[in-house]
Nanobody, 112 residues
């Protein structure tokens, strides 16, 4: 089970951090992803981190967002800097374990 939190209302150019807490040991999860979705649009992949801390990012967020993990807290974070209005979305974390499972979404709204 994943529990996402963080986000809220942020001004353009600002920062916020999302958290994705796992109920179990995240070292057992090969990949944890962040996705985002705007109402009426497809869910979009944002970033991934492996159990070995290898990271990957969508081009739209590269250089602005950082994914990292705290294994002691079984939590993966998404640090979001230099936010733009187009980053406004509901953000979801996802575990690629078994058939995969999602956390609940957390809203990020970037005001211009």
């Amino acid at each position: 089970q994943l529990q996402a939190s963080g986000g809220g209302l942020v001004q353009a150019g600002g920062s916020t951090r999302l958290s994705c807490a796992a109920s179990g040991n995240i070292n057992n999860i090969n990949y944890i992803d962040w996705y985002r979705q705007v109402s009426g649009k497809q869910r979009e992949w944002v970033a991934s981190i492996t159990s070995g801390a290898i990271k990957d990012y969508a081009d739209s967020v590269k250089g602005r967002f950082t994914i990292f993990r705290d294994n002691a807290k079984n939590t993966v974070y998404l640090q979001m800097n230099s936010l733009k209005p187009e980053d406004t979305a509901v953000y979801y974390c996802h575990a690629r374990q078994g058939s995969g499972y999602w956390g609940q979404g957390t809203q990020v709204t970037v005001s211009s």
